[in-house]
Every structure is written in C-alpha cells, then in structure tokens.
Nanobody
Framework: QVQLVESGGGLVQAGDSLRLSCAAS????????MAWFRQATGKEREFVAT????????YYLESVKGRFTISRDNAKNTVYLQMNRLKPEDTAVYYC???????????????WGTGTQVTVSS
C-alpha cells in the first residue's frame, strides 16, 4: 500500500477554481492508478476522476466533465485535481485513492487519504 496526503481544499464561491493535490509515499508511484472520490454530507462516496499510472488514460464523473481535470506528476509522486467553475453541489470531502487499475469503483483502490474539505458557496 501507499500513503496518501491530500491538500488544497477550502471555501470558495460558485464559479471559482481550486486545485487539489495528493502526495504519495513510496518509489513505485507509476504502478498505481490514482483517483479522486468525494462524499457530501449525508450521501455516499462517489467517484470523481481517475488516471492511469503513466497518465495516458483518464475517466470522469459525467457531471464534472469539462470542469475538472485530473493529472499527475510522477517525478513528484503527486496527483492533482484542477476544479474550475465550481458549483455548490461540488461541496464535499474529497479523497485521493490509489489502486492497481483505474476505474470508477471504490473496490479498485486499496489506499486512501483522509480527505480534504471543499465548500462552494452560492
């Protein structure tokens, strides 16, 4: 497993942008698919975006396509989530996850960060 630490959350207004970062420990970062999930208060955790180990393949939740971009810097063992045109419904705790295969299911990931809060006011 790999240890993950998220950062970059905060309180913003609708229409603003934020960039989340997730720093991973270890020397085999490229062997991990990385993903972002989110969980709003009172709701189940949902998939947001994922990226393959070398960054060639990405998938997104339909409602964030065109607004969010997942990327990774393998030299820095870091994955990012650039969030533009934020909406109040994007408010949630955002979690970083690592796994062997990139996909939308939580079961594909066996390492998780502790989350970072994103709050979007209207």
């Amino acid at each position: 497993q790999v240890q993950l630490v998220e950062s970059g959350g905060g309180l913003v207004q609708a229409g603003d942008s934020l960039r989340l970062s997730c720093a991973a420990s270890g020397r085999t970062f490229t062997s991990y698919a990385m993903a972002w999930f989110r969980q709003a208060t009172g709701k189940e955790r949902e998939f947001v975006a994922t990226i393959s180990g070398l960054g060639f393949s990405t998938y997104y939740l339909e409602s964030v396509k065109g607004r969010f971009t997942i990327s990774r810097d393998n030299a820095k063992n870091t994955v990012y989530l650039q969030m533009n045109r934020l909406k109040p419904e994007d408010t949630a705790v955002y979690y970083c996850a690592a796994g062997a295969v990139n996909g939308p299911s939580e079961a594909m990931y066996n390492s998780w960060g502790t989350g970072t809060q994103v709050t979007v006011s209207s």
